[in-house]
C-alpha cells in the first residue's frame, strides 16, 4: 500500500510539472518567443529524444524500445551469442566478481529480463555459502568437544537473511523467457521477476544492497531519471553497477568493431531472428550512448559517490560502478 501511495504521489506531481510545463509553452509560441528564444528550444528538445539515429517523441521512443525487446525476446539470448561471438558472457562473469556479493545480499537487477545476472547472483553467493560452510567445518575438526558444543547455537543461527534476487523489466516477453530460463535451470529460491519501469521502479526507499542493469540503460528514454530511481532503492552503502557498450579505445580496434556492428549483426539479426530493424536500432542506440567519461559524470550527478569505470575488451563494453552514502 506504502509503495502504491508513493507511486501515485509521484505520479500526480510529473503530471502537474507537465501541464505548468504546456501552459508555459502556449504563452510564449503566442508571443513567437521574441524574448526567450533559448527556453524555446530548451523546451522542445526536452519532449523530444532519439531512437538509434532517429528524432522521436518520448513516449514514441519508450512504445518502440518495448516493441524491439518484445519481437527480439525469443531469440534474445542466441543473438547476444552471436553479435558478440560469446564473449557477453565473460562480460558477466567480470560483473559477478566485481561485484563479489556476500550471503544475505538484496539483488535488484533491472532490465534484466532474461535472468542472466541473477543467475549469476544465486550461483554466486550459494557457492560462498558452501565455502564457509567447508571452513567453518574444517574449524571445528580442530577444536576440543567443549568448543564444539558451544558453537552450536551460533552455528545453526536461523536469523540470517537469505540473499534474493529480484529481476525487474518493463518487458512482459523478455520477464516470460527469463521465468522459462529459470525452471528449465530448477532456479525458484531466492527469485523474484516484477513488471516495472527503470524510471519508476515500483519498490520502497533503501530496500536492495545492489542495483545492476547490464546492457539496459542505453535504452532507458530518460537515464537521469533511471539513475535517480537507482539511489532511491539503494540502501545506504548499496551499491550501483552498470555493464554498458562504450567507447573503443583502441583505433584499429574501433574500425573493425564498427564494420562488424553496422555491416553484420542486422544481417544477423535477419538471419536468426527475421529482425533487421530491431538489431539496427540495437546498434545505433550503442553509437549514440554516452562515452565512458560523460556517464561516469551522469551518474555523480545522480548523487552517487566513489564512481569509476573499467573498460573490458579495449572498451568494447565497461563496468560502471558507484555508492550510495
Known amino acids: 500500500m506504502a509503495v502504491s501511495m508513493r507511486l501515485l504521489v509521484r505520479r500526480l506531481i510529473r503530471l502537474s510539472h ?19 528564444p533559448l527556453f524555446c ?30 519481437n527480439v525476446a525469443q531469440k534474445y ?26 550471503p544475505g545480499a538484496q539483488l535488484l537487477d533491472v532490465a534484466g529480463g532474461t535472468g542472466d545476472i541473477a543467475f549469476r547472483f544465486l550461483d554466486y553467493v550459494r557457492t560462498q ?15 576440543s568437544w567443549q568448543e564444539i558444543s558451544n558453537s552450536y547455537p551460533t552455528i545453526d543461527e536461523g536469523g540470517r537473511q537469505e540473499s534474493r534476487a529480484v529481476v525487474c523489466d518493463i518487458n512482459k516477453e523478455m520477464l516470460k523467457v527469463g521465468k522459462e ?40 528514454t530518460r537515464i537521469d531519471q533511471a539513475l535517480q530511481e537507482a539511489l532511491r532503492v539503494l540502501k545506504p552503502g548499496g551499491r550501483f553497477m552498470c555493464l554498458e557498450f562504450s567507447k573503443v579505445t583502441n583505433p584499429v580496434l574501433a574500425r573493425i568493431y564498427d564494420a562488424y556492428s553496422f555491416q553484420l549483426i542486422p544481417v544477423l539479426g535477419e538471419v536468426i531472428a527475421g529482425d533487421w530493424k530491431s538489431y539496427q536500432y540495437l546498434v545505433e542506440s550503442i553509437r549514440r550512448f554516452p562515452d565512458q567519461e560523460e556517464f561516469k559524470y551522469m551518474i555523480e550527478d545522480a548523487g552517487f559517490y566513489c564512481v569509476q569505470y573499467f573498460n573490458l575488451t579495449g572498451g568494447v563494453v565497461a563496468l560502471h560502478s558507484g555508492f550510495k552514502l
Open 181 to 220: 530460463k529459470a525452471d528449465g535451470k530448477g532456479i525458484s529460491a531466492g527469485l523474484s521477476w516484477v513488471v516495472g519501469d527503470a524510471e519508476e521502479l515500483p519498490f520502497d526507499d533503501d530496500q536492495f544492497d545492489i542495483y545492476t542493469i547490464a546492457f539496459g540503460i542505453r535504452n532507458v
Open 77 to 102: 539470448d542466441i543473438m547476444n551469442d552471436a553479435m558478440s561471438l560469446g564473449i557477453h558472457r565473460l562480460w558477466k562473469d567480470m560483473l559477478l566478481h566485481a561485484m563479489h556479493p556476500q
Open 129 to 143: 555459502q558452501e565455502q564457509k560452510r567447508r571452513r567453518e567445518a574444517r574449524s571445528m575438526q580442530l577444536q
Open 18 to 36: 507537465r501541464n505548468v510545463a504546456v501552459s508555459r509553452a502556449a504563452v510564449l509560441s503566442r508571443s513567437h518567443c521574441h524574448w526567450e
Open 41 to 70: 528550444r530548451s523546451f522542445s528538445d526536452d519532449r523530444n529524444t532519439h531512437f538509434g539515429f532517429e528524432t522521436v517523441s518520448e513516449e514514441d521512443k519508450a512504445k518502440r524500445v518495448y516493441k524491439v525487446f518484445e
